[in-house]
């Protein structure tokens, strides 16, 4: 398991909408290479990209019709070595996006499969045996290719599902796991990524990781068993390469799948949810973080009770070291951002919270200025409800498309934020208290104590509605009050610490801790 996890922060990276070099609207690899040293400064040391593939952008780069080549809007593949080489001069690390389970309907090699003709390939993805035969329970294409057979898709029409077999096939056209042409389809995933590791790369974020086995038991058995020989041949050969799966299911990916970091996604009701985006659960917002709700409904135990499960299962899985981690984001291209629901001084303590837990987390570009959500913005690529979340980034307000290109305002990607208090980086890098220089003394502090890096333990020593949640991280104490009305707390524990770091106006007295509304501590 690759040691340099352990002290990361990910620094997530829409390719279409950070940074644009050459003035098309749309944002590219050299982009990229000229923020690097921003995004170190900030206290991110590796990065995830979002596909930079060859495709025809229907699902925004999910829908790949050449892996091992750049799309040209990026730039080109030496452009992607020049990053890697870059970004490793300044210490950070570069997990590029695998999208294992589906390709474009463009892709060569479903371009073969729909042949009439047996080839090499017909069995790359699912077909049934005829036309008129459909596929219950599953989303299904008939009727666009020469072959006489329905395909299968994974997500969206445009992407046909590969082929790894099916759990327990049932039907004559499904393919057990072990079929030549299902193992074919893995050792074509084990060239991908051998690919890009060889080049520079440092790993995989693995998108839908818990779809590739079709009709799998209840614990995706089929999945995990295909993600153990794929993980397993590359950290035989890229021992130092790191995998984290979109999957929110550490008994699965972790435990049984053997990824090094699984992320806790935005899913409903679930303890993440809890935190920043529970604004549908009735009548009225129930985030942990907004300062006004109620103090009855304010209730870290909501949290505590999912979140716990998938710690425990984490460091069980770990063995005598932990380097197996739930991994913590902002928001990311899927989601709608945390300003949506949070002001910059409510987001101050989520993110303090977020970036002083266990595990591997991960900053998606813009959060750390507190980039709104633009709920209204039409589709694109497949965005749909997603398509808010991924406008450009907002550099400097004092230059044209807040320094994200130089094309005309309708020749980039998405619209920007039209607000007059639009945030933009360069103006919150001049203001001492900004959300942006709150994240980047978060991040110091956690590079600086090993207690706050992803390994250290993690206690919980109060929870109780009214009262300041307090948890211990290795031996440091920890504390957040995010409600509008002052707090305090008598705990043993506290007699003989000093207070290393504050948000607000917490005050230290002997084992009594008060914490100012909206506030956050550390002690030592």
Request: net charge negative; with cysteine.
């Amino acid at each position: 398991m690759p040691n340099w996890l352990k002290d990361a922060v990910f620094y997530e990276i829409y390719p279409q909408s950070f940074n644009d070099s050459n003035g098309d609207g749309i944002g590219d690899i050299q982009g990229i290479i000229e923020k690097l040293d921003y995004i170190k400064e900030l206290g991110c040391n590796a990065l995830w990209i979002n596909p930079w593939y060859d495709s025809p952008f229907k699902d925004a780069g999910y829908d790949v019709r050449d892996y091992c080549k750049v799309a040209a809007r990026y730039g080109t593949n030496e452009d992607a070595a020049r990053l890697f080489k870059e970004a490793h001069e300044r210490g950070i690390h570069v997990l590029l996006d695998l999208v294992p389970g589906h390709t474009s309907e463009e892709h060569p090699w479903f371009q073969e499969s729909g042949k009439e003709e047996r080839n090499e390939y017909s069995d790359r993805f699912i077909w049934t045996d005829s036309w008129f035969m459909g596929m219950p329970g599953h989303l299904s294409i008939g009727g666009e290719m020469p072959r006489n057979g329905v395909y299968m898709l994974n997500f969206f029409k445009c992407q046909p599902s590969l082929n790894y077999g099916f759990y327990e096939p049932k039907e004559p056209w499904q393919k057990p796991m072990r079929d030549p042409a299902c193992l074919a389809t893995r050792q074509a995933m084990k060239d991908v990524m051998d690919f890009w590791l060889g080049m520079g790369c440092d790993g995989f974020r693995t998108d839908m990781s818990d779809s590739l086995v079709k009709e799998d038991d209840e614990q995706k058995s089929g999945t995990c068993a295909v993600w153990r020989d794929l993980l397993g041949a590359m950290r035989e050969k890229y021992p130092e390469a790191a995998f984290v799966s979109e999957w929110s299911n550490p008994w699965q990916a972790l435990e049984s799948a053997g990824f090094d970091m699984d992320f806790y996604l935005e899913h409903w009701h679930n303890g993440y949810h809890t935190l920043l985006r529970d604004h549908q659960s009735g009548a009225h917002d129930r985030s942990y973080f907004r300062r006004d709700i109620s103090e009855e409904t304010r209730d870290i135990s909501r949290f505590l009770e999912d979140y716990l499960k998938r710690y425990e299962v984490s460091v069980r899985c770990s063995g005598e070291k932990q380097k197996h981690y739930v991994s913590f984001m902002t928001c990311n291209h899927d989601t709608p951002r945390a300003r949506w629901t949070l002001t910059p001084e409510e987001l101050k303590i989520a993110y303090a919270f977020i970036f002083t837990m266990p595990g591997v987390p991960f900053l998606y570009y813009g959060d750390e200025i507190g980039m709104r959500y633009l709920a209204d913005l039409p589709t694109k690529e497949g965005g749909y409800t997603r398509t808010g979340t991924r406008t450009p980034m907002q550099w400097d307000r004092n230059r044209s498309n807040f320094g994200f290109s130089e094309a005309d305002a309708d020749k980039l990607y998405l619209p920007q934020d039209p607000a007059e208090d639009a945030p933009d980086a360069a103006s919150q890098a001049e203001d001492p208290d900004s959300l942006l220089n709150t994240v980047k003394a978060v991040l110091k502090l956690r590079h600086e104590y090993e207690d706050l890096q992803a390994d250290a333990p993690f206690t919980v020593i109060l929870a109780e509605k009214g009262k300041p949640f307090i948890y211990r991280r290795g031996s440091l104490i920890l504390a957040v009050n995010p409600s509008p009305i002052a707090a305090s707390a008598e705990v043993g524990e506290l007699l003989g610490r000093e207070l290393i770091f504050s948000i607000g106006n917490p005050v230290l007295e002997e084992d009594t801790l008060r914490m100012s509304a909206g506030s956050f501590a550390v002690l030592r």
